[in-house]
């Protein structure tokens, strides 16, 4: 199978192809680097969303909006499908990579992290590239300077011109679809935090509602988190015995954290907005299903909390 980096550079390629279309644009940066602006100065969309999260999972996830409902209102849901989960979702999509240059901050994500490898996660999963060209997505309100694509360049060992970085901000409907796109990857990451056997994990599906767009990027966080912890229900294909999927289930979904129960907005305001004040269990899905396709049979963790989406989403009761 070809590297992620090079599978999430042809759907890149694919999308400037239709720049217009998705309401995007690419630009040169000052001693070289790519980017592709998804909601900076250009508006971005839908579409460009879906195609931010394929490229997020390096192609190796199907991305949809499906219809849905949250309380009875009607609302697009995220879905997400992949028989690569590890390495669609953790060695690429998993949002580990914290860029930080003089006022520049983003968080980083895409197959550009497994070129990079220094992550703790690539040790567990035992995954890396040596490649000449990277892609990756990135979660900020600024464009990335030529330092920050210096840094990459330097981190990943390639040129600075072979750097594309694609960005939207949270508050943005391109940025929101491929945040809430994270269903799987957030319920890998706590397994893997739970030291539960990552090869066991064969496919997975997983979906979530599509938030209001928010005022500002801070709004934005608390309504995509939301999105996850208590709206987004996920499925997993597992293999081998059901006594550690009975033993590490109740601990997966987001109902399992002493801070769950109120908007991440109110939380993280309670934690003076430091996300590693929070409770890291309360970071996965509502809902969290193993299928365990040995034995045929199936254990349902958590529970989805629509009155707390409501909340959070500013809707009418």
């Known amino acids: 199978m070809m590297t992620l980096n090079v599978r999430a550079h042809r759907v890149v390629e ?17 001693r070289g ?54 390495r ?8 580990g990579w914290a860029l930080s240059e003089g006022k520049f901050f983003a968080m980083g994500s895409g197959p550009m992290r497994a070129a990079r490898g220094r992550e703790k996660i690539f040790e567990k999963i035992g995954y890396c590239e040596e490649v000449e060209l990277v ?29 594309t970085l694609l960005v939207a901000p949270t508050a943005s409907l391109a940025g929101g679809v491929q945040i809430v796109a994270r269903s799987v990857e957030t319920a890998l990451h706590k397994l893997s935090e739970l030291d539960f056997d990552l ?32 709206g987004a229900r996920v499925t997993l294909y597992v293999t081998g ?32 907005n430091d996300f590693y004040a929070v409770d ?8 969290v299903v193993f299928q365990n396709v040995d034995s045929g049979r199936v254990h349902v963790f958590g529970r989805t909390a629509h009155d707390v989406l409501i909340r959070s989403f500013s809707w009418p009761p």
């Open 14 to 30: 694919a999308l400037l192809e239709r720049a217009d279309e998705h309401k995007i644009a690419a630009h040169p940066i000052e």
């Open 33 to 86: 680097g790519r980017l592709v602006d998804c909601g900076l100065e250009v508006r971005g969309g839908l579409a460009a969303g879906l195609v931010l999260a394929r490229i997020c999972t390096a192609g190796l996830a199907d991305v949809t909006l499906v219809p849905g409902e949250v309380g009875g209102h009607a609302c697009p849901f995220v879905q997400i499908a992949t028989d690569h989960p590890v």
């Open 88 to 95: 669609a979702c953790l060695a690429s999509q998993y949002a």
């Open 135 to 163: 892609v990756g997505v990135l979660e900020g309100r600024k464009k990335p300077t030529a330092s920050v694509i210096a840094t990459i360049a330097d981190e990943c060992r390639v040129a600075p011109s072979c750097v």
């Open 199 to 230: 090869t066991r994990i064969q496919s997975a599906h997983g979906f979530a509602p599509l938030p209001p767009v928010a005022a500002n990027d801070l709004a934005g966080i608390g309504r995509t988190n939301d999105a996850i912890l208590y």
């Open 241 to 272: 015995d059901d006594d550690t999927i009975a033993d590490v289930g109740p601990k997966v979904p987001s109902v399992s954290s002493h801070d769950y129960g109120e908007p991440f907005a109110a939380i993280f305001a309670r934690y003076n």
């Open 280 to 287: 890291p269990h309360l970071f996965s899905p509502a809902e």
